[in-house]
């Protein structure tokens, strides 16, 4: 028998037994939807309860519907721009808003092919990195390899912990997503593109869109609607852990903090801010302490290397437990490195310190 052969059995039993391992007959589609009003004119949408799906925000405003971030599954925000339409009872979806690149920001796009799709100038080419030709066979590959090592994970899981209903709700969604980047998929790219930052006139609403890129992906973003006092910023640093720049990654912190300032030094009230993955949270009190850590460091550093000073100088000049003590409980280590020590290296070599 032929590899190829070989290799076309191959995922034709990995596909079987990813069909075998989620509960029989259900699908994404059949994952509970959930819906929270946070003002009159404000929605929040999301569906399961243990999966790391996305959590929609839904504007009505006088000029349309302004929708902010997508979901990997079709399905899903099919599901969610229906209950989007009757909640608010009506259907002129005017902006849908990507906050980065990311499949499962984006793969749902196609949904909202009637509506204007606005991002980042970078989320076109990494979306067709990971949603068109060898990048999407790729992104299969890893959804069946997923489902082989989860369905494993839950049969050796407590019945009924945690756990098991993480993996059972992933392997539905495993399920559905390979059905569905298989069969009518269309990556959709956003027609409205910007650089450094863009409002949107809604008449009685402004939605403010800057450009925060290179922690997470390059074309991150933050959003603010200042009448609602809402801030969305997509997969950036959660609530329970310190902010971490990594070394190789393309930020610019002080073009970060240019446009992170106009939300939080604006003076304008934040109430909520919206993290994107519906099991995380982030608290407005964090992401204000998010801002001033970051902007410490930076003006600091900047200054210490201005005067001569060396990195053993700067590493000095700042601890989490006297400087930064509103994070000394979060999380301060990423595989087994110190945050707060690898953010002073990184930024104190992103402005040319040796």
């Known amino acids: 028998m032929s590899k190829f052969f070989l290799g076309v059995i191959l995922v034709l039993f990995l596909v079987i037994m990813l069909f075998a391992q989620a509960p029989a007959g259900q699908t994404a589609a059949d994952l509970p939807l959930h819906t929270q009003k946070f003002s009159d004119r404000v929605l929040f949408a999301w569906a399961g309860d243990h999966m790391q799906l996305i959590r929609v925000v839904a504007l009505s405003t006088a000029r349309g519907v302004v929708v902010i971030e997508a979901n990997l599954l079709r399905s899903i925000d099919a599901r969610i721009r229906a209950a989007i339409e009757k909640e608010f009872g009506r259907k ?14 984006t793969a749902g796009n196609q949904v909202y092919a009637d509506a ?15 949603l068109t030709g060898e990048g999407l066979t790729k ?7 997923m489902a082989q090592d989860w369905g494993e994970r839950q049969k050796k899981a407590a019945p009924d912990s945690g756990e098991f209903h993480f993996f059972r709700e992933g392997l539905i969604v495993l399920k559905s997503v390979i059905e569905e980047l298989q069969t009518g998929f269309t990556p959709t790219f956003p027609s409205v593109l910007f650089d450094k930052s863009l409002v949107l006139d809604m008449g009685d609403m402004t939605v403010e869109l800057y450009a925060v890129g290179g922690t997470h992906t390059p074309s991150d973003i933050m959003v603010f609607i200042p009448e609602e006092g809402l801030v969305a910023i997509g997969d950036m640093w959660p609530d329970q852990m310190l902010p971490y720049l990594s070394k190789k990654a393309p930020w610019d912190l002080g073009s970060i903090l240019e446009n992170w300032g106009k939300i939080v030094e604006s003076g304008r009230e934040i109430k909520h801010v919206n993290f994107a993955h519906s099991d995380m949270k982030l608290k407005v009190e964090t992401f204000r302490q998010q801002y001033r850590y970051l902007k410490t460091l930076w003006d600091g550093l900047c200054e210490l290397q201005a005067k001569g000073a060396t990195l053993e100088d700067a590493t000095a000049k700042y601890t989490i ?8 409980d979060r999380r301060l280590k990423v595989r087994d490195v110190d945050i707060h020590q690898n953010n002073v290296e990184a930024i104190w070599e992103k402005i040319g310190g040796k």
């Open 92 to 105: 002129d979806i005017k902006y849908l808003i990507n906050t980065h690149f990311h499949h499962d920001h």
């Open 139 to 145: 992104q299969l590959d890893k959804f069946k390899g």
């Open 321 to 328: 437990e006297r400087d930064f003590p509103y994070f000394k």
């Open 116 to 130: 204007t799709i606005v991002g980042h100038t970078t989320v076109p080419e990494g979306m067709k990195a990971e």
